[in-house]
C-alpha cells in the first residue's frame, strides 16, 4: 500500500496543537504535498480550533474540516434502561457520521488518539471505500472499557504507538493478538530556523550571556512545570546567570490556565523572579532559538515532539526517562527519574560546562537524523500493507 494520490481523512479530537495534533497536520501536509493526496479533518470531540492551529493548518493544503455534533459512542456492560438509550444515542452518532461523510470517498483513515481511533474502527466498517485503518495510541491516553471499544480493539487489524509503553494498557486490559502491535516512533513536525536571538532575549527580559534553561510542554498536570521550577529556585541559591523559561499554552482549558496562574503565583512568591519568564502562545521557535538546555519532566510520554524539537536545535536535554524518551536520546545522561536530586545533578553539570552542552547538543543532531516524515511515511506504508494484504 501506497499513500499516493489516495482520499485520505484524518481524525482528532479538537482543534488545539498538542503533540499528536502537530503530527496530524504535519502528515497531512505532507500526503498533500509530496503524495498528491486529498486530505480532511474531522473533529471528533470539539469543534473549538485554537490560533496555533489555525496557523499551522493555514499552510498544510489539508481541504475541510468535518464536524457532525456532540460525539456519542459507548455501551457499558450492564443491562439498563440507560443502557438501551445509550445504544440508540450510539447508533444515531454512527449514522450521523455516515451520511456525512459517505459521498467523500475515503480511502484511509488515520487517527490520533484513542477516541478517534474508535470512531476510526467503526468507519471502516461502515464506509465501503475504507481499505485502512488503525487504533493509534499516543502517549498518556486512556481506554474506556465499553461495548464499543472492546469490539474496535479486538478487531482492528493493527494497533500502532509511538513507544513501547504504549502497548502497556492494551496487554493489561484487553487479550490482543501480539501480532497486531506495531511499534512507529513518531517524526519531527518542526523545520529548523535560526532567528536573531539578541531581539528575543530583549523580547522576554533575558540578559544576554545568561544560560537558559527551557521547558516547552502544555500546562497539563502530568507536565511537571512545577517540579522544573522549584530545582531551578534550589540552583539559583549559589549560581547566577541562569534563567528559565517555562511554555505552554494556558488557553487550551480551565485546568491550563488554573496551572499557569499557580506558576505565576510561585515565581511572584520567590526571590528570583527576574530569573523566570513564563509564557503562554508565543512562538515556539523563538524559545528554540535562545535555549542552552531543553526539558522536559513528566508523569508519561508516548515519544514526545518536544524532545525532538530540542535536539533539532542541537541542545543537550534533561528529561524523564520514559520508554519513549530513551528511544531518542539513546544513552543519554540526561535521563532522569524525576527525583530532585537526580535533575538538580543533571541541570548543575550542564550550568557549568560549555563544553558538555555543545557535546551533548552534537550527539542529539545526529540522534534526530533517523526521525524525519519520509522514513515515517514509509514505515507506515510497510505497516499497513502487512496488516492488511
Not at 282 to 287: N, P, R, T
Request: glycine residues 6%.
Amino acid at each position: 500500500m501506497t499513500f499516493n494520490n489516495k482520499n485520505i481523512l484524518l481524525i482528532l479530537q479538537a482543534g488545539t496543537l498538542g503533540g499528536a495534533e502537530r503530527q496530524a497536520l504535519g502528515l497531512g501536509k505532507f500526503l498533500v504535498k509530496q503524495k498528491g493526496c486529498t486530505v480532511d479533518i474531522l473533529f471528533a470531540s470539539s469543534p473549538k480550533r485554537t490560533e496555533d492551529f489555525n496557523s499551522f493548518f493555514a499552510e498544510t493544503g489539508i481541504r475541510n474540516i468535518h464536524y457532525f455534533g456532540e460525539p456519542y459512542i459507548i455501551l457499558r456492560r450492564e443491562f439498563s434502561i440507560k443502557n438501551l438509550k445509550r445504544l440508540k444515542w450510539s447508533a444515531q452518532y454512527l449514522l450521523k457520521l455516515k451520511k456525512g461523510l459517505k459521498n467523500e470517498n475515503y480511502e484511509v483513515v488515520i487517527p490520533f488518539l484513542n477516541f478517534p481511533s474508535k470512531i476510526a474502527y467503526y468507519l471502516y466498517k461502515l464506509l465501503p471505500t475504507v481499505k485502512y485503518t488503525f487504533w493509534h495510541q499516543l502517549g498518556l491516553d486512556i481506554l474506556k472499557m465499553d461495548v464499543f471499544e472492546s469490539i474496535a480493539v479486538n478487531n482492528m487489524p493493527c494497533i500502532i504507538g509511538n513507544a513501547e509503553n504504549c502497548f502497556d494498557i492494551f496487554k493489561n486490559e484487553y487479550q490482543v493478538n501480539k501480532n497486531k502491535f506495531n511499534l512507529l516512533p513518531q517524526y519531527i513536525t518542526l523545520e529548523k530556523e535560526k532567528r536573531d536571538t539578541t531581539i528575543i532575549k530583549q523580547k522576554f527580559n533575558i540578559p544576554e550571556g545568561a544560560i537558559v534553561f527551557g521547558m516547552i510542554a502544555h500546562f497539563k498536570s502530568f507536565k511537571y512545570h512545577d517540579l522544573a521550577l522549584k530545582i531551578f529556585i534550589k540552583l539559583c541559591e549559589t549560581q547566577d546567570n541562569i534563567h528559565l523559561i517555562l511554555q505552554g499554552n494556558k488557553e487550551n482549558d480551565e485546568i491550563s490556565n488554573g496551572i499557569y496562574h499557580d506558576l505565576e503565583k510561585s515565581i511572584q512568591n520567590s526571590n528570583i523572579s527576574s530569573k523566570v519568564t513564563l509564557i503562554s502562545n508565543e512562538d515556539v521557535l523563538d524559545v528554540l532559538n535562545i535555549l542552552d538546555v531543553g526539558i522536559l519532566l513528566s508523569l508519561i510520554e508516548g515519544t514526545p515532539n518536544v524532545v525532538m524539537e530540542y535536539m533539532l536545535f542541537g541542545l543537550p536535554v534533561i528529561s524523564s526517562n520514559h520508554p519513549g524518551c530513551i528511544g531518542l536520546l539513546e544513552e543519554s545522561p540526561y535521563l532522569v527519574d524525576n527525583s530532585e536530586e537526580a535533575i538538580f545533578l543533571a541541570m548543575k553539570t550542564l550550568f557549568n560546562s560549555k563544553l558538555e552542552r555543545k557535546n551533548e547538543g552534537e550527539i542529539n543532531l545526529e540522534r534526530i537524523k533517523k526521525y524525519d516524515i519520509v522514513t515515517y511515511v514509509k514505515k507506515l506504508e510497510i505497516i499497513l500493507t502487512n496488516s492488511y494484504n
